[in-house]
Every structure is written in structure tokens, then in C-alpha cells.
């Protein structure tokens, strides 16, 4: 069954890669991001992509309250329907304990945790329409495996927020359960985004030392997991996250 799928923070990384594979299965997919030359080269490349879904792009800055309501309501505007929303759009700050800025801290907050939250209490008219018993409608956040396991790097406000994004998605799990909404997350561990490549070009050969299957992930393998929690093989699956890091979190 074809759905209507929004990303956020679709223009890289496992946003970018979910894009072309939920458009390879047949969905229609509203891809969001902050810069329109980036959300036209997302869209011309999710278009080379054989599949008969419809594709639409939405620009805004998740960072502010104001901008992502203002996303929600061209959004309801423009779109007939949401059967699915993935809270992707992330951001990440890394400066020494002693030094650690206000502006850092908040920037990353606002982005991964109140943004997600925020963004979908706006849009939960549209799931609660399209979600049933048959056919839940789904909110898929991305969280990380730092939010289940303290990073080594000093990005104190990326990993408190993604153990926030973690409770999070439980306490909407909670609630939703009975209006057929299912709230699920993916952790994902190391992998290649613009996010990431200050990092990965830093330590990158001792993080694939450090993981049990001897390197970082790559786009498909979250994407992978985004398709089951969108899928009717995840319906009677909620309040779950999923890690996606080659092991490094639990062995």
C-alpha cells in the first residue's frame, strides 16, 4: 500500500538514502531541509529513482518554533494526507566541557528534541486522519546510539538530546498507542553525513577498530530499518528503538 512520507533533513545521509528507498518501494515522499539548492539536488535524485510515487519538497529551519509550525501548516495546506512522519533533521555541537556554549547547547536542543516534539504535535491532525486499527498511521524518530551509550567525544548536548528523543518516543508511544499512531526510534551509530565528516575524517579508523563488525554504517542500513517501522511488518511494534551500529552499544 502506497503512503505519504515526510523526512526531515532529507537532503544527506540515512534522510537522503530513506528518500530514494521508500520512492524504489512506491511511496510518495515530502522531502525537508534547510538549503533549496540541497533540497533540489535531493529532489532530481530521489527522482532518478524508478517508482510512481509523488515527490514534493518543503524548506525551513527546524531550529525555530515558529518556522516549524509555519512547515506544518504549508504542509496541511498543500498535502492531502500523512500516513507517515520521520523526525530526521539533526545537528551536533562538540566543544570541551569547560568551554561548552550556551548557543551550542541550545542550537542542538531546539533541532533534536523540541523540534521533533514540536513538529509532531503540529501534524498529528494529519496522522490521526489517515492512522486505523488495519493501517497505523507511524512517527519514526531518529535518536543515535550515543543516547544509549556515552560518546567519547565532548557533544554533551547531542547525546543528552538523543536520550531525550529516546524517552521521547516511549512517552508518544504511550499515548498514541490508542489513537493507532505507533511511535517508534532508530540509533543509529557512526554514519557518513555532513553531520558526521569532521569526525569520521578525525577518528575514523579507530572507530571501525572499536566496532564489533569492523566498520561505520552506511545509508542502506538505517534506511533498512526505516522501511520495516513504515511498513505493515512493524504494526504491532511501538515504543521501540532500534540500535543500528554494527553492535558497538551492546556487545
Known amino acids: 500500500m502506497s503512503k505519504t512520507i515526510l523526512i526531515t533533513g532529507a537532503t ?12 524504489a518501494s512506491g511511496h510518495s515522499v515530502l522531502l525537508h531541509g534547510r538549503s533549496a539548492a540541497k533540497l533540489d539536488a535531493a529532489r532530481a535524485a530521489v527522482a532518478d529513482v ?3 510515487g509523488r515527490i514534493a519538497t518543503y524548506q525551513a529551519d527546524l531550529s525555530s518554533i515558529a ?19 520521520i523526525n530526521n533533521a539533526g545537528a551536533a555541537w562538540g566543544e570541551p566541557i569547560d568551554e561548552y556554549s550556551e548557543s551550542g547547547w541550545d542550537k542542538v536542543q531546539n533541532i533534536n528534541l523540541k523540534g521533533v516534539f514540536f513538529l509532531t504535535q503540529a501534524l498529528l491532525p494529519m496522522l490521526r486522519k489517515s492512522a486505523s486499527a488495519d493501517n497505523p498511521a507511524r512517527v519514526i524518530n531518529t535518536a543515535s546510539v550515543n543516547g544509549i551509550e556515552p560518546p567519547e567525544l565532548e557533544t554533551y548536548a547531542y547525546s543528552s538530546s538523543k536520550a531525550g528523543v529516546i524517552m521521547l518516543t516511549r512517552h508518544l508511544a504511550k499515548r498514541l498507542a490508542s489513537e ?10 557512526p554514519f557518513p553525513s555532513q553531520m558526521m565528516k569532521a569526525t569520521l575524517e578525525s577518528f575514523g579508523d579507530a572507530i571501525k577498530a572499536g566496532n564489533p563488525l569492523g566498520r561505520i554504517g ?9 522501511i520495516f517501522l513504515a511498513s505493515r511488518a512493524s504494526a504491532y511494534t511501538t515504543g521501540a528503538t532500534i540500535p543500528v551500529d554494527g553492535g558497538s552499544a551492546e556487545v
Open 67 to 85: 518556522a516549524t509550525r509555519r512547515l506544518a501548516d504549508e504542509i496541511r495546506r498543500a498535502e492531502p494526507d500523512l500516513d507517515v512522519l
Open 12 to 23: 544527506d545521509g540515512i534522510g537522503f538514502e530513506t528518500a530514494k528507498v521508500l520512492r
Open 218 to 226: 552506511t545509508p542502506e542500513d538505517a534506511a533498512g530499518v526505516a
Open 50 to 52: 524508478d517508482g510512481d
Open 180 to 189: 493507532h499512531i505507533l511511535v517508534n526510534a532508530i540509533a543509529p551509530g
